[in-house]
């Protein structure tokens, strides 16, 4: 807020925010743009429900996610946000000559990832880490280039003044993101 206070801001509780079950209706309404099934009845409504989702989603700028790591991957409620709002003609385009066109422009992201236990570099008895390249993906995907990553890892593995420490510097990264 220094850096701009004028923004607007608003925090989505994903576990406590209102989002439809991502159905065969929402499933069928995305394939109707790919020239399979009608946009009627369930589907249209289905349909009118992600656009007003991808509305409020895309009238923001700036983006900040905080990602814990469930079981090596994303929460499944952000799993169903991602699944929402990934629809053709609103998050993404698509030409047979060159793939997938991410369709959000001018967009900053900052995401914050933890794990209580893994970290990058680690055995893989600590196993893998799929919600950093899920969601990196899923931002590249969607168009948005302008992305810091934060890692706040293994906090529950090490002794109280260097879990603090990682803290310390995750924030002085979460600091220099927002001043940019």
């Not at 925090?11 to 406590?16: K, L, P, R, V």
């Not at 047979?96 to 893989?124: C, F």
Request: proline share 4%; net charge negative.
């Amino acid at each position: 807020m220094a850096t701009n206070p004028g923004a607007h801001i608003e925090e989505m509780d994903i576990f406590g925010a209102s989002l439809p079950e991502y159905s065969a209706e929402g499933a069928t309404a995305k394939m109707s743009h790919f020239g399979e099934g009608e946009m009627a009845g369930a589907v249209k409504d289905a349909w009118e429900k992600i656009q007003q989702l991808f509305a409020h989603f895309n009238s923001f700028d700036d983006y900040l996610y905080s990602i814990p790591m469930w079981n090596f991957g994303v929460p499944y409620k952000l799993k169903l946000y991602i699944d929402i709002l990934s629809q053709p003609g609103l998050l993404f385009g698509f030409d047979p000559a060159v793939g997938y066109l991410g369709m959000l422009r001018n967009k900053r992201a900052t995401a914050i990832y933890s794990s209580a236990i893994y970290y990058d570099g680690a055995a893989p008895a600590f196993g893998t880490d799929h919600a950093k390249t899920h969601f990196a993906d899923w931002l590249r995907f969607s168009g948005i280039s302008d992305v810091q990553h934060i890692f706040y890892q293994k906090y529950k593995m090490v002794p109280a003044e260097e879990a603090e420490a990682t803290l310390n510097l995750c924030k002085q990264a979460a600091r220099r993101a927002a001043a940019r």
